[in-house]
């Protein structure tokens, strides 16, 4: 088990942007979709508490597999060790080099520069 692989998944989830970390994820069947399997959450010390990372615990709770649509991922990638998972505010119109697909609940935003 040591040299299974863990992946970071970055995503949009209503104006939200999550991202976990896993030990399998792949295509699926079902068209459009990426599975995500086996989420790792960091078991560090039970004295310091992420709120964030027990957010995404809770979001998670029970959850066997998870099937992401194709548009709503932003990155996946191949890490050495997982990490803390976190929950983020999407922010529309912020000055990124990475562009979206457009996403079901975001609204479009129009800077006055462009």
Do not use: C
């Not at 990372?53 to 996946?76: C, D, N, T």
Request: glycine share 8%; no cysteine; aromatic share 10%.
């Amino acid at each position: 088990m040591a040299n299974q692989p863990v992946y970071k998944v970055i995503f949009h989830n209503a104006n939200q942007v999550f991202e976990v970390f896993a030990r399998q994820i792949y295509q699926s069947d079902m068209w459009g979709f990426i599975e995500i399997e086996e989420f790792v959450f960091g078991e560090r010390s039970q004295i310091l508490v992420d709120p964030g990372e027990e957010k995404l615990k809770h979001e998670f709770s029970g959850v066997k597999r998870s099937y992401i649509p194709l548009q709503a991922i932003i990155r996946i990638d191949e890490v050495d060790k997982e990490g803390t998972g976190k929950i983020s505010e999407a922010t529309p119109g912020s000055r990124s080099n990475v562009a979206t697909f457009p996403v079901p609940g975001m609204q479009p935003h129009h800077s006055s520069d462009d």
